[in-house]
């Protein structure tokens, strides 16, 4: 089945700071999206991002489905943007209509 | 508008009985699924479901019954639980599942810790 691999597994930052982290899958996807989990568990979607470029505020994502990969890039980091970052990709066709594949997260911590 | 909301919270049941997690979403989405949150194994996909009287297995659906008579419940079973089944519990919802489109945006609730002993 796909592969999903996230990097990297940690990151600790320093309040303001920038940092970019990768999403790399192992076939073609139709689907991919962004999660954020805070530290109260709570599952945000941030992007859907199948391809191109997105921004929302200090978050952006960009995905280039060619080269199966999607980046997201946090920018002037603040303390609420701790957590787990995922991505987990998709393929529409046979049996995995709106499947999602999870990978394992970066876990990000800022520092004030 | 209370979105999409799980119960209980939280449960402690021991090993060998019957456990119902409830989901239920108030935007009248098409796909629902559920998840389990593990610690080494991230998220993975249990059962999901297209529609009303659509389900569908997941990754891991062994040990595990769903059931959608209406679309916006979608309880999960385990009908004999075990210990490695003890388990973060997610439920999700999505406008669509294959549109290839942003209605396939899944929206998550809050999850339900199960503690089996």
């Known amino acids: 089945g796909i592969q999903v691999e996230q990097s990297p597994p940690d990151l600790i930052l320093q309040e303001g700071a920038n940092s970019t982290l990768r999403c790399n899958f192992s076939d073609s996807v139709n689907n991919l999206q962004w999660f954020h989990q805070n530290p109260w568990g709570q599952l945000i979607n941030l992007f859907y991002?199948?391809?191109g470029t997105k921004q929302n505020g200090r978050l952006s994502a960009t995905t280039v489905a060619t080269e199966r990969y999607s980046l997201l890039y946090i920018s002037s980091s603040q303390t609420t943007d701790s957590g787990v970052y995922f991505c987990?990709?998709?393929?529409?066709?046979?049996?995995?209509?709106?499947?999602?594949?999870f990978g394992k997260g970066t876990k990000l911590s800022v520092k004030p | 508008d209370a979105g999409i909301t799980q119960s209980p919270r939280y449960k402690i049941t021991e090993t060998g009985r019957q456990v119902t997690l409830m989901c239920h979403q108030t935007w009248s989405h098409s796909y629902m699924f559920w998840y389990r949150q593990d610690l080494g194994h991230g998220l993975r996909l249990i059962y999901y479901s297209a529609a009303a009287d659509i389900t569908d297995k997941g990754e891991v659906p062994d040990g595990y019954v769903v059931s959608r008579s209406k679309t916006e419940n979608f309880p999960l079973t385990l009908e004999s639980a075990t210990r490695s089944q003890t388990s973060v519990y997610f439920c999700?919802?999505?406008?669509?599942?294959?549109?290839?489109?942003?209605?396939?945006?899944?929206?998550f609730g809050p999850g339900t810790r199960l503690t089996v002993l």
């Open positions: 999700a919802s999505s406008i669509s599942g294959t549109s290839g489109g942003s209605t396939d945006t899944q929206y």
């Open positions: 991002i199948p391809s």
């Open positions: 987990a990709v998709g393929l529409n066709y046979g049996g995995s209509q709106g499947n999602l594949i």
